[in-house]
């Protein structure tokens, strides 16, 4: 169903294509062990294309990354406003998760 959803046309040939579908496909496994709401797969799944397109498209270091990561998971925790981050439905522990997972 990844396979389909992300448009992939030449899996069997294209190694590209097959890390991309194996990155998405462990990191969805794993949101799923760990139980996450549809809510937060999305947003995990989210976290994985950004960070994904971070390397890519914007040749970002790793350190830079991390960086960003922690911007984005800034506020985790906390009652849900403006300063909480896009990813208020994470808990604490599931953040910490998360970041052992990247």
Do not use: C, P
Not at 12 to 22: F, G, M, P, V, Y
Not at 25 to 38: C, D, H, Q, R
Not at 48 to 77: P, V, Y
């Amino acid at each position: 169903k990844l396979e389909e959803f992300l448009n992939f046309k030449q899996l069997k040939t294209s190694l590209k294509e097959a890390i991309l579908l194996d990155y998405y496909t462990s990191g969805f496994w794993w949101a799923k062990e760990m139980n996450f709401s549809l809510e937060q797969l999305t947003g995990f799944m989210g976290l994985l294309n950004f960070l994904l397109e971070n390397l890519s498209d914007k040749h970002m270091t790793l350190g830079d990354n991390i960086k960003e990561l922690g911007r984005a998971m800034a506020g985790i925790g906390g009652a849900h406003s403006e300063e909480s981050g896009d990813l208020f439905f994470f808990n604490v522990e599931q953040a910490k998760a998360i970041i052992d997972y990247l």
